[in-house]
């Protein structure tokens, strides 16, 4: 972020408010300013100094306090905020805000946050969600522009099954993120992006495959939908959590990454390679387990098929293609040969050798290379390796 954000979170009375507190501390941890507004039957179910200790701000009540600076408190907040919150959302104060009741602190601040983003993730019991007035008042607020999160299903606190759960505080955190941690330069733009390892069968039981673990791909597709992409994520199989508000294609082989990735490539403005394929799979699949012998096994490989060679033979006007390279020597001039080999506009290098850039890592040392010029990179997280690859995209698409 190019300056710290400032987050609302408007708690209101249900049990699911102890999961804010963690949200809050997400929020704080990574860069934000956070204030809390809390209405006073929340107060039962969590301590408002829990939030007054995790954002080094005063929790927002009553409305009638004179210990504030301003006595107008409530408009305040409203232009302080980029972002507002309001979780969890009762049928209660969902009723009011449809309405435009404002009563205490929390709806009367609500209700002046003409101009900033709110998010309203409902939280009750499922006959309560499930009743029509409810659902009214819930499509009434999209209507004003409210994005209402959809609950989970699962078990309540009421002892009930169904829906009306709260999400827990990641996924509110990634709703707070794209809306807020980049500006939407990308918006407008398709993109496609492979990541994590392919996996070749040699029986029912055993496969080839690489130590790719995904996560420079996962972090390009996360960065590109917060930029404001429409985002397409390819991906082999993968231990870590698929990226939200990103369109997921699952494959296994590199046999079905190279049939989704010609399907979906037809209509990307930028197509991000970062998936480690395996380059060679066996020529025989066995129906049953190979049993181990006392003499020694040999597999017959067979080449799979080159999808960085079919984009840059197949690929339409105006189209951005951007390689991957992982090297263990020669990372420049190896990677240059594959640009110019497979008709590249960008490869993004790195050296498997040095410390921090190789797989399963959070960080990563990459350069950019183009056809013009080399743009080194320091040893940064996978994070902001994505943004920085997206801004040299970017740049080389507006010149």
């Not at 506009?345 to 190789?358: C, E, F, S, T």
Request: hydrophobic fraction near 40%.
């Amino acid at each position: 972020m190019e300056r710290k954000k400032t987050v609302l979170l408007c708690v209101t009375g249900g049990i699911a408010a102890y999961k804010i507190a963690t949200l809050a501390s997400m929020l704080v941890k990574t860069g934000y300013d956070v204030k809390v507004v809390m209405t006073q039957n929340a107060t039962n179910f969590i301590n408002p100094l829990v939030f007054e200790t995790l954002t080094q701000h005063k929790c927002l009540i009553d409305t009638f306090d004179r210990n504030f600076e301003y006595s107008v408190e409530h408009v305040t907040l409203a232009k302080w905020a980029d972002i507002v919150m309001i979780a969890p959302a009762t049928a209660n104060v969902i009723g009011k805000l449809a309405h435009g009741i404002a009563d205490d602190m929390l709806t009367t601040t609500v209700m002046a946050c003409a101009e900033c983003k709110k998010i309203l993730a409902p939280a009750m019991n499922t006959r309560m969600y499930e009743n029509p007035v409810v659902q009214d008042n819930l499509k009434l607020l999209e209507h004003y522009g409210y994005e209402v999160i959809q609950p989970a299903s699962g078990h309540l606190a009421c002892g009930d099954n169904g829906a009306g759960k709260m999400p827990e505080a990641e996924t509110l955190y990634e709703y707070i993120y794209r809306d807020t941690a980049y500006e939407k330069d990308l918006t407008g733009k398709k993109i496609l992006v492979t990541a994590g390892p392919t996996r070749e069968a040699i029986d029912p039981v055993r496969y080839i495959t690489n130590h790719s673990s995904g996560k420079m791909g996962y972090a390009l597709a996360r960065v590109a939908a917060a930029r404001g992409a429409d985002v397409t994520l390819v991906t082999g199989p993968t231990e870590i959590k698929k990226p939200m508000f990103v369109k997921i294609v699952p494959v296994t082989t590199a046999k079905e990454m190279f049939e989704a990735v010609k399907e979906e490539a037809a209509d990307a403005d930028i197509v991000c390679k970062a998936a480690a394929v395996a380059d060679y799979r066996p020529k025989h699949i066995a129906d049953e387990k190979v049993k181990k012998s006392d003499s020694e096994m040999s597999l017959e490989l067979e080449k799979t098929d080159d999808i960085l060679k079919y984009l840059g033979e197949h690929r339409k006007d105006g189209q951005f293609l951007c390689g991957f390279s992982m090297e263990t020597e020669n990372m420049v001039e190896n990677s240059r040969k594959k640009l110019e080999k497979k008709n590249l506009d960008m490869i993004a290098a790195n050296n498997l050798k040095v410390a921090g850039a190789g797989f399963q890592g959070d960080t990563n040392q990459m350069t950019l290379i183009t056809k013009e010029d080399e743009t080194a990179l320091p040893l940064i997280s996978k994070e902001e390796t994505a943004a920085c690859i997206l801004d040299k995209i970017l740049e080389c698409m507006n010149k």
